[in-house]
């Protein structure tokens, strides 16, 4: 349709990947090497500058592939909860993903019997192939990263500062998906669109008491009940430091606008200083 291919250039825009004139930039030919979804791509490059490449490079490959959450069995849900804690990070869906694929990693790194993979897939709910299928993922975009001479960062995944990059990345290619939970409730209204959405059962912030205000999300499903999937946690000033000026502008009016833009204004004295020291 028209508006979807609009729609679509107009993101490419956002994201720096064309150039006046419409066509490919450079930021956005090397974005196009990558078998990837545009912003994702993005954010796996941003990634280079804020070195935390091994951790992208996870969080790439667990999104593209299939979801790993099984649906529990009836009766189980509870104990299916119990085993996904384990590898419930307090910053969020993207790094609970990054401990998940860990994990199988390491259940999996001297396999015995092939059926012990299954096994442990299994004890912990999760999806054998959709973990198996991000393994090889992850494969072929560390393969197209040497291909095309970038760096990878050495691993840090836990540290605060690690964990500080992993949100600046990911806020390079995500700042279209921001949303705001406007009354307390996990009741979230994107930024983008006067949309209202919930936590999707599968996230770590799901029945949790801790509902986090501001959040940014890999995709949102209408088809599963107006949700929002893979949650992350973040700072209204870190979102307002890596947002494209031209994109806030041409957001539609809310009282989430207007929070974020008294946050920019705040900044603003800070980054005039910034540019007048370079």
């Known amino acids: 349709a028209p508006e979807s291919l609009m729609q679509a250039l107009e993101d490419l825009d956002y994201l720096a990947a064309l150039d006046n004139d419409g066509n490919l930039s450079e930021f956005g030919i090397i974005m196009s090497e990558f078998p990837l979804d545009p912003q994702l791509s993005k954010a796996l490059l941003a990634s280079c500058e804020f070195e935390c490449v091994e951790e992208m490079l996870t969080i790439a490959a ?120 406007v009354d307390g409730s996990g009741n979230y209204l994107m930024l983008s669109h006067k949309q209202v959405a919930q936590l999707h059962p599968f996230s770590s912030y799901y029945n949790t008491r801790r509902i986090p205000e501001w959040v940014l999300f890999h995709e949102f499903s209408i088809s599963e009940g107006n949700s929002i999937r893979v949650v992350s946690e973040i700072s209204p000033h870190l979102f307002a430091e890596l947002v494209p000026q031209y994109y806030f502008s041409n957001l539609p009016p809310s009282e989430s606008k207007d929070i974020l833009q008294e946050v920019i204004n705040h900044l603003a004295p800070v980054s005039a200083t910034k540019e007048e020291q370079k």
């Open 62 to 181: 667990m999104v593209t592939a299939p979801n790993c959450f099984l649906h529990a069995p009836p009766g189980t849900e509870e104990i299916a909860l119990t085993r996904w804690r384990r590898f419930s990070h307090p910053a969020g869906d993207h790094c609970t993903l990054i401990n998940v694929f860990n994990a199988f990693k390491a259940a999996t790194a001297h396999p015995t019997d092939p059926g012990n993979n299954e096994k442990w897939c299994r004890d912990y709910f999760l999806s054998c192939s959709a973990l198996s299928m991000a393994e090889m993922i992850r494969a072929e975009l560390v393969e197209i990263m040497k291909r095309i001479e970038l760096p990878i960062s050495e691993p840090d995944f836990g540290s605060e500062e690690n964990l500080l990059s992993i949100k600046k990345a990911l806020l390079s290619g995500y700042f279209m998906h921001i949303a705001r939970d």
